[in-house]
């Protein structure tokens, strides 16, 4: 079968034939309809510190996919062949004791599809069943193609109550965009994101953001001014630039909340006084809640929420490279490859 494969040790991927992989007990095998470029996909591409130290090479990547179940291992029951499903990326233990305490997000012993096992930008992949979660047909497949980072952003974004609240939000990456619009969807009221990028802040804004700041040219401080609010009562730190993260902290109201999903490099400090004396609440945001958040999202799609607008781009995936350059451009939203053939070259 055709998957894409790190298979040197230097910037790239590569088209390669590797077996169809065969799903053993508990397991399915998906033909693979949808896949989604991810920003760690990105950096398995340009084989920076973190893929380096982190990724063997052979490996296939990919793990943002909607697919077609073609075969059940043995076991499996609940799912047929011929559903259409998507999948949690992080297989979990099961065992550990946040896993028998019902919070496998937090376990330990995770292993990422397309980054410790091989991964969905191929023909087929193989996943357990317990990972699995099946796809309404009123949902379009592009759109349930990108579900895993819909899901970080709604993990993010409901972490707190939101109704009535002032949101801002540092970083429009695809991330930021959509939690932008589910703060909105779910009843902020002024929902602010800051970033460098105006195409990015543009899509922000169709997705439902109130307020875009471009803070090379505006600051944060002159809109709390304009907005005649205190300060804002939610935070989402979605950038992991250590400026921003500082001015988010500077401008929550006392008694704040935060949700940090982006990643602020080793040694980034921060004003504690900000944190101490507002008694604000940080929390650390990593993955989806399984599967309580897989259920808020479809349910979202399905009475309206637009996640079609951080879609912008839907490609063959003979076209990978060219999607692999839009992301390191910035000038995207979520970029879909099809592997039907159905989007012409």
Not at 123 to 136: D, G, Q, T, Y
Not at 155 to 162: G, K, M, S, V, Y
Not at 198 to 213: D, I, V
Not at 273 to 294: A, C, N, P, S, V
Request: aromatic share 8%; glycine share 12%.
């Amino acid at each position: 079968m055709r998957a894409l494969v790190k298979e040197k040790s230097e910037r790239g991927i590569w088209m390669a034939e590797v077996p169809v992989p065969e799903p053993g007990t508990n397991e399915v095998l998906i033909r693979l309809e949808k896949t989604a470029i991810c920003g760690t996909d990105l950096h398995i591409y340009n084989w920076d510190e973190w893929a380096r130290r982190t990724i063997r090479p052979g490996l296939v990547i990919g793990h943002e996919f909607v697919g077609i179940i073609e075969h059940l291992g043995d076991g499996v029951t609940g799912y047929a062949v011929g559903d259409r499903v998507s999948a949690e990326g992080h297989v979990v233990c099961g065992h550990c004791r946040n896993c028998r305490a019902g919070r496998p997000h937090l376990c330990p012993n995770t292993v990422g599809i397309g980054v410790n096992r091989d991964g969905a930008f191929a023909e087929f992949v193989v996943v357990p069943a317990s990972n699995l979660w099946p796809i309404p047909n009123e949902i379009a497949p592009e759109l349930a193609a990108f579900f895993d980072p819909f899901g970080n952003a709604a993990h993010c974004a409901l972490q707190f109550d939101l109704v009535g609240e002032d949101v801002l939000i540092t970083g429009a990456g695809p991330i930021g965009i959509i939690a932008a619009g589910i703060c909105r969807h779910v009843g902020a009221r002024h929902v602010v994101i800051t970033d460098v990028n105006p195409y990015r802040l543009e899509l922000a804004r169709k997705m439902g953001a109130s307020h875009t700041l471009d803070v090379r040219s505006e600051s944060i401080a002159d809109l709390v001014a304009e907005l005649r609010i205190d300060g804002f009562d939610i935070g989402l730190e979605m950038s992991g630039h250590p400026v921003a993260f500082n001015d988010l902290l500077h401008h929550m109201y006392h008694g704040g909340k935060v949700a940090l999903l982006g990643l602020l490099p080793e040694g980034t400090g921060c004003d504690w006084d900000q944190i101490i004396f507002k008694g604000l609440e940080l929390h650390g945001i990593y993955g989806r809640r399984m599967y309580e958040t897989w259920y808020k999202m479809t349910q979202m799609v399905l009475t309206g929420f637009p996640l079609q607008t951080a879609l912008t781009h839907h490609i063959p995936i003979t076209e990978f490279e060219h999607g692999f350059e839009l992301m390191s451009s910035g000038q995207c939203g979520k970029v879909v490859c099809d592997w039907t053939g159905e989007i012409g070259s």
